[in-house]
């Protein structure tokens, strides 16, 4: 199937593989024609950028024009690993993968498929999730198959992925670095070794992305997503069954009486990242089972709950 894919890639198609992250929807990064087929698949607009994808610094210096020290710190500390750097791009890289910014992000996957792939093609693939935009990211070879319902030309299996969301991304252009999107590596981790800027959650009006997540609807299922802290969960959920709305719930820490206009439940135990692994998974799995609504636990902004809360806050279009 390896050897299948590169064929695909060298080809001009687009391949959803597995990363540690979610599903990603990859075509190679220096062929503009390829590049165009993601963003047709996906519906995605094109001021939205993609993230490059390597195996090996050398693939790194194809792409990145200027890597500050503090970055290859960082580099050292979370590669491979979910995390994006945001550095100056070569001229190789097309504009059509930066949405015309002279910067471009990367990361170096940990999941062994993503690796086995661009190594096996011999240079970087740009991908974004494999979904539809604006959809939950698909965190599962069967939920890629159905999001993307034939538009990708191989999908390689690869297991659930082991985090879940989506990479934290870095602008490593600015001083004090400083976080885009925020992801499993956290403000905190981040800044035990360089200077950093948290997320400021200001969402761009206008001109191309810095990187994705900053801008346009994203991670939204077909039904409301209401965060509720878990004080007034249960108020919220008993207000929609009396109203007759068949609801789901995803609950941290809050307890909720079952009824039968639940459809469907799930208990993360205070398990944060447990939480984060399956939020996409469950969002679709709740509109499969039919839900009106779903009631979602809000938990704190701070670690890997940044994260969390950034998608949930997104998915109900806050």
């Given amino acids: 199937m390896l050897r299948k894919a590169v064929r695909t890639l060298l080809r001009g198609g687009i391949v959803a593989f597995p990363t540690e992250t979610v599903y990603g929807l990859g075509a190679r990064v220096f062929d503009a024609q390829a590049l165009d087929r993601i963003f047709e698949a996906k519906g995605r607009p094109g001021d939205n950028p993609l993230i490059v994808h390597i195996a090996?610094?050398?693939?790194?210096?194809?792409?990145?024009a200027r890597v500050p020290q503090k970055a290859r710190l960082l580099m050292k500390k979370f590669w491979p690993g979910p995390l994006t750097l945001v550095l100056r791009k070569t001229?190789?890289?097309p504009a059509r993968a930066t949405a015309g910014l002279p910067t471009v992000g990367v990361r170096m996957p940990?999941?062994?498929?993503?690796r086995r792939l661009i190594r096996a093609l011999g240079e970087p693939i740009a991908a974004p999730s494999?979904?539809?935009?604006?959809?939950?990211?698909?965190?599962?070879?069967?939920?890629a198959r159905r999001e993307l319902k034939g538009k990708a030309d191989m999908i390689l299996k690869g297991g659930a992925s082991r985090i879940g969301l989506e990479s934290t991304v870095l602008d490593c252009t600015r001083r004090p670095f400083q976080i885009l999107r925020p992801g499993f590596v956290t403000l905190?981790?981040?800044?035990?070794?360089?200077s950093v800027q948290a997320p400021s959650f200001r969402r761009l009006q206008a001109g191309p992305a810095a990187s994705p997540g900053l801008k346009h609807k994203h991670y939204r299922?077909?039904?409301?997503?209401?965060a509720m802290p878990a004080e007034y969960l249960n108020a919220e959920a008993?207000?929609?069954?009396?109203?007759?709305?068949?609801i789901?719930?995803?609950?941290?820490?809050?307890?909720?009486?079952?009824?039968?206009?639940?459809?469907?439940?799930?208990?993360?135990?205070?398990?944060?990242?447990?939480?984060?692994?399956?939020l996409y998974a469950s969002f679709l799995q709740a509109e499969r089972a039919g839900v009106d609504a779903l009631v979602v636990e809000s938990v704190a902004k701070s670690g890997l709950g940044t994260a969390v809360m950034d998608r949930i806050e997104r998915a109900g279009g806050k």
């Avoid at 090996?56 to 990145?64: F, N, P, S």
């Avoid at 494999?130 to 939920?143: H, L």
């Fill in 238 to 246: 008993g207000s929609l069954m009396k109203r007759g709305f068949r």
């Fill in 221 to 226: 299922p077909r039904y409301p997503v209401i």
């Fill in 130 to 143: 494999a979904n539809i935009s604006g959809r939950p990211s698909s965190t599962t070879f069967q939920d």
């Fill in 188 to 194: 905190e981790d981040l800044k035990k070794w360089v």
């Fill in 110 to 114: 940990s999941h062994p498929v993503a």
């Fill in 248 to 278: 789901g719930v995803l609950l941290f820490r809050a307890r909720v009486l079952p009824n039968s206009m639940m459809i469907y439940r799930k208990d993360f135990k205070g398990n944060m990242k447990k939480y984060a692994r399956e």
């Fill in 56 to 64: 090996d610094y050398t693939q790194l210096e194809r792409v990145a």
């Fill in 91 to 93: 001229r190789e890289v």
